[in-house]
């Protein structure tokens, strides 16, 4: 979910930055609980790979983010191999793809034992790397 405020203090890049932590967080969360001890993230905010991999010396205390990006960093100091990279938006196809059916579903948490079948043709073309062709300015 991404909470848009219109506020001349930059409070909309920080409600984007806030949603995304948020999600990169409780994925940390569920992977830990499942002991799963190599994690590859990816992530399409070049500011929250920046916070994520530079270290929280960067956020000033009065930041609101600050304490998400501390929780962060206790799952990425653990006894794990996590690797986080930035991704281009569009090239994240498939947590689009689930960002738009979860808004078929009700609000609250949702695990899935199974790939749900509104993004299964997407999570097929990224195994089997299909390509987009997208111009990236230099």
Same mark, same amino acid.
């Given at each position: 979910?991404? =909470?848009?405020?219109?506020?001349?203090?930059?409070?909309?890049?920080?409600?984007?930055? @806030? #949603? =995304?932590?948020?999600? &990169?967080?409780?994925?940390?969360?569920?992977?830990?609980?499942?002991?799963?001890? !190599? +994690?590859?993230? =990816?992530?399409?905010?070049?500011?929250? &790979?920046?916070?994520?991999?530079?270290?929280?010396?960067?956020?000033?205390?009065?930041?609101?983010?600050?304490?998400?990006?501390?929780?962060? %960093?206790?799952?990425?100091?653990?006894?794990?191999? /996590?690797? /986080?990279?930035?991704?281009?938006?569009? #090239?994240?196809?498939?947590?689009?793809?689930?960002?738009? %059916?979860?808004?078929? +579903?009700?609000?609250?948490?949702? #695990?899935?034992?199974? /790939?749900? &079948?509104?993004? /299964?043709?997407?999570?097929? =073309?990224?195994?089997?790397?299909? @390509? !987009?062709?997208?111009?990236?300015?230099?």
């Amino acid at each position: 979910m991404i =909470e848009l405020i219109e506020n001349p203090n930059n409070q909309c890049s920080i409600s984007i930055s @806030l #949603a =995304e932590l948020r999600g &990169v967080y409780y994925g940390l969360y569920l992977t830990w609980e499942k002991k799963i001890m !190599r +994690l590859e993230v =990816e992530v399409d905010s070049e500011v929250v &790979v920046g916070f994520l991999t530079t270290g929280i010396e960067e956020i000033e205390e009065t930041n609101p983010l600050s304490i998400l990006v501390r929780l962060c %960093h206790g799952f990425l100091r653990k006894d794990s191999i /996590v690797r /986080v990279s930035h991704v281009y938006r569009k #090239a994240n196809r498939l947590t689009d793809g689930l960002t738009n %059916h979860a808004f078929s +579903l009700l609000l609250g948490f949702h #695990a899935f034992a199974s /790939v749900p &079948v509104e993004v /299964v043709s997407i999570l097929r =073309e990224d195994v089997d790397g299909v @390509l !987009r062709s997208r111009l990236v300015p230099l």
